[in-house]
Nanobody
Framework: QLQLVESGGGLVQPGGSLRLSCAAP????????IGWFRQAAGKEREGVSC????????DYGDSVKGRFTISRDNAKNTVYLQMNSLKPEDTAIYYC????????????????WGKGTLVTVSS
């Protein structure tokens, strides 16, 4: 079973930045498309960004486009989500997920999930 581990969440002020990491010790993450998803309290889980196996193609949700950047370093077996210009509405638990396809970037397309890391954007 593929085990995904997120890190980097925390409390940040509006306008601030945070970088999340997704790792899978003992597994080759480069074999999978990776997505970042988030779920705010009382809301459905939504796609934030997804990336192809090679990292050559990416998708972003409209609400984060221009502010967030997904990337991967397969040599380090790690996927990142750089979050800039954070807004209170970005507050959510962020999950890393793996699957065979990076499109569509929806939760049902992913097969393996991390436990999530909490991002809180508040002043």
């Amino acid at each position: 079973q593929l085990q995904l581990v997120e890190s980097g969440g925390g409390l940040v002020q509006p306008g601030g930045s945070l970088r999340l990491s997704c790792a899978a010790p003992g597994f080759t993450l480069g074999l999978y498309a990776i997505g970042w998803f988030r779920q705010a309290a009382g809301k459905e889980r939504e796609g934030v960004s997804c990336i192809s196996t090679s990292g050559g193609t990416t998708d972003y949700g409209d609400s984060v486009k221009g502010r967030f950047t997904i990337s991967r370093d397969n040599a380090k077996n790690t996927v990142y989500l750089q979050m800039n210009s954070l807004k209170p509405e970005d507050t959510a638990i962020y999950y890393c997920a793996a699957g065979n396809l990076f499109r569509p970037c929806v939760p049902s397309a992913m097969d393996y999930w991390g436990k999530g890391t909490l991002v809180t954007v508040s002043s």
